[in-house]
């Protein structure tokens, strides 16, 4: 045997007869160089663009997509814009609601004022008798107070005080003397101008009042520069404790609030142009018309501001229709000291005839009344 015992590790005959040869590949070297396949074997790796490059891997994934660069902070500023447009909101409404309380509460205290001390019901609407008012209980509020004026189907319907030579106080202190806070309606009080004196014996007595968006205080008289309110509103109610005045409107008169209005005359003929000349500037026609300037010895003018135009102010002229003396009046005295002149063409307008004296009731020329109304 060949490989019997006493054989192991020796070599076959047969094999050891040939030379070792590395085994020939079974392809021609041609073929294994056309061999895509062969030949991808024999280059380095190169990765598959199918395949995550290892630098893929070493940098943040992309998943799930990452918002662009602006617009989580944008989310935030909305969310913050949000918050103070809400803020502001609130805090707009809760001023309006402020404001709004302010303008009830003002006219409240009035209205209260007026219920508890006046009674304005009348029969006859020129009954002057038929008016009462508490002078003693509204003294005991204010010691100030020297009227009450009262327009017919209006909102005018309020005390009236006198300060001495002060024009400012009452501009932002109600009947109380209470002073609204600052942003709220300041209603102030109706009030005879401190260069006038408060008796009214002065040939033009100038009453002022705000103009309040509520339709309160003097705003009534702000639209009497329309022909039909104007002449559906000739009458004014003027109470004192010595009498009361009804007074006819002549006259509404549109001016600068720079303007000066002066309270007395020191000639009858002066007075009487003034007053040709307030009619003559009325933006209004009265009708029935006015009365001849000769016949008016004291005038009454109120006035309010515009608040399309707070550089401007509104003055209605009034004359006396009548008057009713009561505690210790004088119907004379009232009426200006001097009687109606007869009606004549002469003594018309500065005819010749005309008195030159001081008027009666007022032989000087008083302070000019100039801006008071803000």
Same mark, same amino acid.
């Given at each position: 045997m060949v490989n019997g015992p006493g054989s192991y590790g020796q070599s076959n005959p047969q094999f050891a007869q040939q030379p070792y040869a590395p085994a020939q590949p079974p392809y021609p070297s041609a073929y294994q160089q056309q061999n895509p396949y062969? %030949?991808?074997? %024999?280059?380095?790796y190169q990765p598959s663009p199918y395949q995550p490059s290892q630098q893929f891997y070493q940098q943040p994934q992309n998943w799930p997509p990452v918002e662009p660069s602006g617009g989580?902070?944008?989310?935030?500023?909305?969310?913050?814009?949000?918050? !103070?447009?809400? !803020?502001?909101?609130?805090?707009?409404?809760?001023?309006?609601?402020?404001i709004g309380f302010s303008y009830w509460n003002g006219q409240n205290t009035?209205?209260?004022?007026?219920?508890?001390? !006046? %009674?304005?019901?009348?029969? #006859?609407?020129?009954?002057?008798?038929?008016?009462? !008012?508490?002078? #003693?209980?509204?003294?005991?509020?204010?010691?100030?107070?020297?009227?009450?004026?009262?327009?017919p189907e209006s909102n005018i319907n309020y005390p009236v005080v006198w300060r001495q030579n002060d024009d400012n106080y009452y501009l932002y202190h109600n009947f109380n003397g209470y002073s609204s806070p600052q942003f709220a309606a300041e209603f102030g009080c109706i009030s005879l101008s401190g260069a006038n004196q408060p008796d009214f014996s002065d040939q033009i007595n100038?009453?002022?009042?705000?103009?309040?968006?509520?339709?309160?205080?003097?705003?009534?008289?702000?639209?009497?520069? #329309?022909a039909a309110i104007f002449n559906s509103h000739r009458t004014i109610f003027l109470l004192t404790p010595k009498g009361n005045f009804r007074l006819n409107t002549f006259a509404i008169d549109y001016v600068l609030g720079s303007s000066t209005v002066p309270i007395n005359f020191a000639t009858r003929a002066e007075f009487k142009e003034y007053l040709q000349k307030c009619i003559d500037d009325?933006? /209004? %026609?009265?009708?029935?018309?006015?009365?001849? /300037?000769?016949?008016? +010895?004291?005038?009454?003018?109120?006035?309010?501001? $515009?608040?399309?135009?707070?550089?401007?102010?509104?003055?209605?002229?009034?004359?006396?229709? $009548?008057y009713l003396p009561l505690d210790g009046g004088s119907k004379e005295e009232a009426m200006g000291n001097?009687?109606?002149?007869?009606?004549?063409?002469?003594? #018309?307008? +500065?005819?010749?005839?005309?008195?030159?004296?001081?008027?009666e009731g007022g032989d000087a020329v008083g302070d000019a009344v100039g801006d008071r109304i803000v």
């Open positions: 062969q %030949q991808g074997y %024999q280059q380095p989580r902070p944008k989310g935030r500023g909305r969310r913050i814009a949000l918050l !103070v447009l809400s !803020v502001v909101l609130v805090l707009a409404l809760a001023a309006l609601g402020y009035y209205n209260t004022i007026a219920t508890e001390n !006046v %009674q304005l019901e009348q029969a #006859d609407p020129y009954d002057l008798a038929s008016f009462k !008012v508490d002078w #003693d209980a509204l003294r005991a509020v204010n010691s100030d107070i020297i009227a009450w004026i009262y327009v100038i009453i002022s009042g705000h103009n309040m968006l509520d339709g309160s205080m003097f705003q009534s008289f702000s639209t009497f520069n #329309d009325s933006l /209004v %026609q009265p009708d029935p018309p006015p009365p001849l /300037v000769r016949t008016i +010895n004291k005038a009454f003018a109120f006035y309010t501001c $515009d608040n399309n135009n707070d550089t401007y102010r509104f003055f209605i002229y009034a004359n006396i229709a $009548d001097k009687s109606a002149e007869p009606e004549s063409p002469a003594e #018309d307008g +500065n005819a010749e005839g005309e008195p030159t004296g001081p008027l």
